[in-house]
């Protein structure tokens, strides 16, 4: 994947002494040339030079906020993930996507095509059915990183329902399906979906915090093409999710729409 082997050829401390000089000279440059002052050095303790130097470095700064983020967007769309934009600018994919929300999106009404460099014929549609936002960002998260996903999220049974049987509604691809879900669970869910007709050909793998053996029994017995348990480590959750992706998205030939 584009960015996953992103490696900086300086120290941090290093890249922030060039980078201090560059800004440096480039900040002494601008405040002269707005002062109409000749090129050479001006004269210290000049209160009028400092304030003008301080306003520039500032605008600067807000400069770098706005080519910063249009970055983080540009290494979105070439296939890079949160952990690889956070590891560019020194911090975890928490960090990064707090600063830069919204790389990667998802909507709980309609699919939206994720930003991605690798476009296949159509983008595959999935139908997350999840009630806990966090977890639903790092599904959400992992597949895009994967290549072109419309994603649907809805967060209990009766939705995921109400929106696959929509009259113009898409078929997804694949359905990633949680079991401990409000008003309808995963379990009730999986079993309405496979003894509908017109619904039972879609793939449905239960991604679930439940390792309980009446959990997976039930679920392979309603028909799940796959029960995987969710990992507690982020970079776990990750794999796991991308492996599921690759194996029906990528690897299992899908029945046509």
Same mark, same amino acid.
């Given at each position: 994947?584009?960015?996953?082997?992103?490696?900086?050829?300086?120290?941090? /401390?290093?890249?922030? #002494?060039? &980078?201090?000089?560059?800004?440096?000279? %480039?900040?002494? !440059?601008? *405040? $002269?040339? @707005?002062?109409?002052?000749?090129?050479?050095?001006?004269?210290?303790?000049?209160?009028?030079?400092?304030?003008?130097?301080?306003?520039?470095?500032?605008?600067?700064?807000?400069?770098?906020?706005?080519?910063?983020?249009?970055?983080?967007?540009?290494?979105?769309?070439?296939?890079?993930?949160?952990?690889?934009?956070?590891?560019?600018?020194?911090?975890?994919?928490?960090?990064?996507?707090?600063?830069?929300?919204?790389?990667?999106?998802?909507?709980?009404?309609?699919?939206?095509?994720?930003?991605?460099?690798?476009?296949?014929?159509?983008?595959?549609?999935?139908?997350?059915? /999840?009630?806990?936002? #966090?977890? &639903?960002?790092?599904?959400?998260?992992? %597949?895009?990183? !994967?290549? *072109? $996903?419309? @994603?649907?999220?809805?967060?209990?049974?009766?939705?995921?329902?109400?929106?696959?049987?929509?009259?113009?509604?898409?078929?997804?691809?694949?359905?990633?399906?949680?079991?401990?879900?409000?008003?309808?669970?995963?379990?009730?869910?999986?079993?309405?979906?496979?003894?509908?007709?017109?619904?039972?050909?879609?793939?449905?793998?239960?991604?679930?915090?439940?390792?309980?053996?009446?959990?997976?029994?039930?679920?392979?017995?309603?028909?799940?093409?796959?029960?995987?348990?969710?990992?507690?480590?982020?970079?776990?959750?990750?794999?796991?999710?991308?492996?599921?992706?690759?194996?029906?998205?990528?690897?299992?030939?899908?029945?046509?729409?």
């Amino acid at each position: 994947m584009p960015g996953k082997d992103f490696v900086l050829r300086t120290t941090s /401390e290093e890249t922030a #002494a060039i &980078a201090d000089a560059r800004i440096g000279d %480039l900040a002494h !440059r601008l *405040a $002269r040339q @707005l002062q109409e002052e000749a090129p050479a050095p001006p004269a210290s303790g000049d209160p009028a030079y400092a304030l003008t130097l301080l306003h520039i470095l500032d605008q600067l700064q807000q400069a770098t906020e706005r080519l910063q983020r249009q970055a983080a967007t540009d290494a979105a769309r070439a296939g890079a993930g949160y952990p690889q934009i956070g590891a560019a600018c020194d911090m975890t994919r928490q960090g990064a996507r707090r600063r830069w929300p919204g790389l990667f999106h998802h909507s709980n009404e309609k699919p939206t095509e994720l930003p991605t460099m690798t476009t296949p014929a159509r983008p595959f549609d999935v139908l997350l059915v /999840e009630d806990d936002v #966090a977890d &639903a960002m790092l599904i959400e998260e992992a %597949l895009s990183e !994967r290549g *072109a $996903r419309n @994603l649907v999220q809805v967060t209990d049974g009766v939705a995921a329902l109400e929106h696959l049987r929509t009259p113009g509604t898409v078929r997804p691809d694949l359905i990633v399906l949680d079991l401990n879900m409000p008003r309808m669970n995963g379990h009730d869910l999986l079993k309405v979906l496979k003894s509908d007709e017109n619904l039972q050909a879609i793939p449905v793998v239960v991604l679930t915090t439940s390792t309980a053996p009446d959990d997976v029994t039930g679920a392979y017995t309603s028909h799940a093409n796959a029960y995987v348990t969710k990992p507690v480590n982020l970079d776990a959750f990750e794999q796991a999710v991308q492996s599921i992706d690759a194996f029906y998205l990528d690897t299992a030939t899908r029945p046509h729409p």
